[in-house]
């Protein structure tokens, strides 16, 4: 019996020719489903178990990088602190140093006026000491300079 009422040549299936393609495509449907779907199954559970394995590998290793990123900003972070305590702490004696040099040089100085003006004093004296007993002559001679004539040293020298 033809299932087709034309004619298309060897196309034209015959109804117990479908029912054997379909029994034979039913038995390897059947056989290859029994044979492969379990393998396809395993490779398909072991890759999704490979994924999951490696996503949550992956997901540890950036909770372990934020980790450390954490505990280097904060040792940066207390580097900073301790970089700025240093400086400070330079600052303030860098200023307690510049402090006393001043002092030490006003002192110096101090030092240096007292023993300088002790030292013109003293030459001072010498030097008064030294012209006291000449002033007398020394007036009389300057005088008649001034005025054009010789004067007489006078009598109380």
Request: contains cysteine; proline residues 5%; aromatic residues 2%.
């Amino acid at each position: 019996m033809k299932l087709l009422p034309m004619n298309v040549g060897p196309l034209n299936p015959t109804v117990p020719d479908l029912l054997i393609g379909l029994v034979l495509f039913l038995l390897c449907f059947w056989v290859m489903a029994g044979l492969l779907l379990p393998r396809i199954n395993r490779t398909l559970r072991e890759r999704e178990a490979l994924t999951t394995g490696r996503a949550s590998e992956a997901e540890a290793t950036l909770a372990e990088a934020a980790e450390v990123r954490a505990r280097y900003e904060a040792e940066l972070t207390a580097a900073r602190h301790e970089a700025a305590r240093i400086r400070q702490q330079a600052k303030e004696e860098g200023t307690a140093a510049m402090t006393a040099a001043r002092a030490d040089g006003i002192r110096e100085r101090d030092e240096l006026v007292a023993a300088a003006t002790a030292g013109i004093a003293a030459a001072r004296a010498a030097a008064e000491a030294e012209l006291r007993p000449h002033v007398d002559a020394l007036a009389a001679e300057l005088a008649g300079r001034i005025l054009g004539e010789p004067l007489s040293a006078p009598i109380g020298s």
